[in-house]
């Protein structure tokens, strides 16, 4: 007698009939979209350094490059600190040696200077210089002279306006006076009728 077992058959039927279960991310999801991130964030991090390190690895060679230049010109900038230095000292010297120069033909100059601007009836008693500034003490016939002698020494180009500083009635009806003046050395007129001489000079 054959037994045919229909229960395992209708067992076997109803599991393939059984929805098998889908796979799902869910859970997963949003580790893989960290992982994600985190991936490009250091892909991104990677680049910027890998940037980073060779910009500043040309400038760190830039910069070699810049000092071996910087000590080849060393010495010639040196050269040039000395030639300049040089060129102070002696031009110092010159400036010097013009200064006693002018110092020497000062006093003479302005002794011919005070002395063409003195009118009639006027006299010299003292004369100060100290710097460029010329003090001058004398007596007068009357007040007329005075006035005559500042406008003469103010015609001339190497004296300024001078000031009248005292002028008072003396003895025998004289009157005695002070006034000062700055001398000019080198007056702009004179010394461009000088240079415009030598100019004319030299082109002859």
């Not at 006693?100 to 009836?121: C, F, T, Y």
């Not at 300024?160 to 702009?188: M, N, W």
Request: glycine share 6%.
């Amino acid at each position: 007698m054959i037994k045919i077992n229909l229960v395992a058959e209708v067992t076997a039927q109803a599991a393939a009939r059984r929805p098998r279960k889908e796979i799902s991310l869910g859970a997963k999801q949003g580790d893989i979209i960290l992982l994600a991130s985190l991936f490009v964030a250091f892909l991104v991090v990677g680049g910027m350094w890998y940037h980073l390190s060779s910009t500043r690895s040309h400038l760190q060679q830039k910069e070699s490059q810049l000092r071996v230049e910087r000590d080849k010109l060393k010495v010639f900038i040196d050269k040039v600190a000395e030639l300049e230095k040089k060129r102070d000292a002696l031009k110092h010297k010159i400036e010097i040696i013009d200064q006693l120069k002018e110092n020497q033909h000062g006093p003479v100059r302005i002794m011919d200077e005070v002395s063409r601007a003195l009118p009639d009836l006027l006299w010299l008693n003292d004369m100060t210089v100290k710097g460029n500034v010329v003090t001058l003490q004398g007596e007068a016939m009357d007040e007329n002279a005075v006035a005559n002698y500042i406008s003469n020494l103010d015609a001339s180009p190497f004296f300024q306006e001078p000031t009248l500083l005292d002028l008072a009635r003396a003895k025998a009806g004289l009157f005695r006076f002070k006034l000062s003046c700055v001398f000019t050395y080198k007056p702009p007129e004179i010394a461009g009728s000088e240079n415009g001489t030598g100019t004319a000079g030299a082109g002859q």
